[in-house]
């Protein structure tokens, strides 16, 4: 069965032609492409105009579907949600993007209309079809609990650290002019008129790499709550994100980027050029990748 999802901030649909893991999307294109209604006007499907350099064994995983059709001669790919004929059509306002696999298959597609067509308003029908972006990334967020606590469990050994200093103090109290000494800051500093404690620091930390392959989640993860969008679908981050985390002794600037990656539309062009412009000014690059990879 086909899936969808739509991203109300985009104003975009994107058809699943297969299910679509971290890192799995190797390749983009484009193509024109129209919507298929019904006689009220709800999206029942989709017509891609696809070019000749596009063959059967590309589109071998959409054709899996039993409503997926491919006409050869006029080289226009058909995904339907229900077995019936469109009693309308809406011209995509937009190029649809193509996303492909290591093997060059379709794995899905993401199109626009015009805004004035409201396309968040047409889902009625196709509601059965529409996947929950927020139960998708509470799986991608399940599968980080472990990182978390992680993250966690090194919080816990500074608290440890900490107590014990306090612990060496009460039974030795030589040991607390080792302990301050330890944490004093340049000769003169008064932790009282600073604003910052000794050893503070800041900086920024870009979160880069190929597209989907979890530089969201990691972000999410760090911060210990939801700042960026995650999904199963590639490119959902389209601009810089920065998430602030707070610690006693820094605080750091996350900055979550698009997926670098060899550009074929405009909107591809302005999101690689989006992370490229976050790495001069970061302290710190970040660079994720898909280990399985």
Same mark, same amino acid.
């Given at each position: 069965m086909i899936?969808?999802?739509?991203?109300p901030?985009?104003?975009s649909?994107?058809?699943?032609?297969?299910e679509?893991?971290?890192?799995s999307?190797? $390749?983009?294109g484009?193509?024109?492409g129209?919507?298929?209604?019904?006689?009220?006007?709800?999206?029942?499907?989709?017509?891609?105009?696809l070019?000749?350099?596009?063959t059967r064994?590309?589109?071998?995983l959409?054709?899996?579907h039993p409503?997926?059709h491919?006409?050869?001669?006029?080289?226009?790919?058909?995904?339907?949600?229900?077995?019936?004929?469109?009693a309308?059509?809406?011209?995509?306002?937009?190029?649809?993007?193509l996303d492909?696999?290591?093997?060059?298959?379709?794995?899905?597609?993401?199109?626009?209309?015009?805004?004035?067509f409201?396309?968040?308003?047409?889902?009625?029908?196709?509601?059965?079809? +529409?996947?929950?972006? #927020?139960?998708a990334?509470?799986? #991608? #967020?399940?599968?980080?609990?472990?990182?978390?606590?992680e993250?966690?469990e090194?919080?816990?050994?500074?608290?440890?650290?900490?107590?014990a200093? $306090?612990?060496?103090?009460?039974?030795?109290?030589? +040991?607390a002019?080792?302990?301050?000494?330890r944490?004093?800051?340049p000769s003169?500093?008064?932790?009282?008129?600073?604003?910052?404690?000794?050893?503070?620091?800041s900086g920024?930390?870009?979160?880069?790499g190929?597209p989907n392959?979890?530089?969201?989640?990691?972000?999410? $993860?760090?911060?210990?709550?939801?700042?960026?969008?995650?999904?199963?679908?590639?490119q959902?981050?389209?601009?810089?994100?920065?998430?602030?985390?707070?610690?006693p002794?820094?605080? +750091?600037?996350?900055?979550d980027?698009?997926?670098?990656?060899?550009?074929?539309?405009?909107?591809?062009?302005y999101?690689?050029?989006?992370?490229?412009r976050?790495?001069?000014?970061?302290?710190v690059?970040?660079?994720?990748?898909?280990?399985?990879?």
């Amino acid at each position: 069965m086909i899936h969808i999802s739509y991203d109300p901030a985009a104003k975009s649909l994107y058809w699943y032609a297969t299910e679509i893991d971290a890192g799995s999307t190797d $390749a983009e294109g484009e193509c024109d492409g129209t919507l298929l209604l019904d006689s009220e006007g709800e999206i029942i499907g989709l017509e891609l105009e696809l070019d000749e350099s596009i063959t059967r064994k590309d589109l071998a995983l959409a054709l899996k579907h039993p409503l997926v059709h491919y006409d050869a001669t006029s080289c226009v790919l058909t995904l339907k949600l229900f077995d019936e004929e469109p009693a309308n059509l809406q011209p995509l306002h937009d190029a649809a993007i193509l996303d492909f696999d290591g093997k060059g298959r379709l794995q899905g597609c993401e199109v626009i209309a015009a805004e004035s067509f409201g396309i968040g308003s047409r889902l009625g029908r196709a509601t059965p079809f +529409v996947l929950d972006l #927020e139960e998708a990334e509470e799986a #991608e #967020e399940a599968d980080k609990l472990d990182e978390l606590d992680e993250l966690n469990e090194l919080d816990e050994l500074e608290d440890v650290a900490d107590l014990a200093d $306090a612990e060496a103090v009460d039974q030795d109290p030589s +040991v607390a002019n080792a302990t301050d000494s330890r944490r004093a800051g340049p000769s003169g500093y008064d932790p009282v008129v600073a604003d910052t404690p000794p050893g503070f620091r800041s900086g920024f930390v870009a979160l880069v790499g190929p597209p989907n392959v979890g530089k969201s989640t990691l972000l999410n $993860a760090l911060l210990g709550q939801k700042v960026a969008i995650v999904s199963p679908r590639p490119q959902t981050t389209r601009t810089a994100i920065r998430g602030i985390l707070n610690r006693p002794d820094a605080q +750091v600037i996350f900055v979550d980027t698009p997926g670098i990656h060899q550009p074929r539309t405009r909107l591809g062009n302005y999101m690689v050029e989006q992370a490229r412009r976050a790495i001069p000014d970061s302290d710190v690059v970040c660079m994720v990748v898909d280990i399985t990879r």
